[in-house]
């Protein structure tokens, strides 16, 4: 069966410090893995993917995830974050290998503070 | 990036009464559209798959005569809510893919049901 977790909640930052969020997944086939961002009163914007190709991904807004297969895990990360980074990010995780749909993370709250 | 349109953006009704949500890809052709239910916890739920020319497939649990999805053109879809009560008040969100695996996603939908 497929599944992600995120597994915080909240995440809390200092605005310049580097950030993670974490994610874990688990498909039966080729994982294709998604992070998106909802910031507060806008709508939820597409971040990066990981399909195939090199583990570490770079998406917008300077955020780069990177693909473990042995770890099953696909965390985000920015080298220095920013306050206008805070805001709810979601994983989304597909088996490639057949027609499910995206199976969505429950969601982690990032604050950056100044 | 491709652009999907969401409206109404906001809608209160009346107990019983029914409310229709439309979602248009503006600048692609969406074969597929999805609609999502985010609750106040902020977990997002896929509540079914709309495809175009056919019937939409809902995911377990969602009521299909309670929640009308129309899917008449490439370009539009239209969700339903029938017979409207106050736990069905949430945020809905609808969102469209490309050729290339993203998703986009309109504003939203913010129902109160009185």
């Known amino acids: 069966a497929q599944s992600v977790a995120q597994p915080e909640d909240q995440v809390n930052v200092a605005e310049g410090n580097p950030l993670t969020v974490k994610c874990t997944y688990s498909v039966s086939g080729n994982p294709y893995l998604f992070w998106y961002v909802q910031y507060p009163n806008r709508g939820l914007q597409f971040l990066l993917k990981?399909?195939?190709?090199d583990n570490l991904v770079k998406g917008s807004y300077g955020f780069e995830a990177e693909f473990n297969k042995s770890q099953t895990s696909f965390h985000l990360k920015k080298p220095s974050a920013l306050v206008s980074d805070s805001a709810l990010y979601f994983c989304?995780?597909?088996?490639?290998?057949?027609?499910?749909?995206?199976?969505w993370g429950a969601g982690t709250k990032l604050i950056i503070k100044p | 990036g491709a652009v999907v349109s969401q409206h109404p953006s906001r809608v209160i009704c009346k107990s019983g009464t029914s409310v229709k949500i439309e979602c248009r890809s503006l600048?692609?052709?969406?074969?597929?559209m999805f609609w999502y239910r985010q609750f106040p916890k902020k977990s997002l739920m896929l509540m079914a798959t709309?495809?175009?020319?056919?019937?939409?497939?809902?995911e377990q649990g969602v009521e299909k005569d309670k929640f009308l999805i129309n899917h008449a053109s490439l370009t539009l879809s239209t969700l339903t809510v029938t017979s409207a009560h106050p736990e069905d008040s949430s945020f809905y969100i609808c969102s469209a893919s490309d050729r290339d695996e993203k998703l986009f996603f309109g504003s939203g939908t913010q129902l109160s049901v009185l």
């Open positions: 600048d692609f052709q969406a074969t597929t």
């Open positions: 709309s495809n175009e020319g056919s019937k939409a497939t809902y």
């Open positions: 990981y399909i195939t190709g």
């Open positions: 989304a995780v597909r088996d490639g290998d057949s027609n499910y749909q995206l199976i």
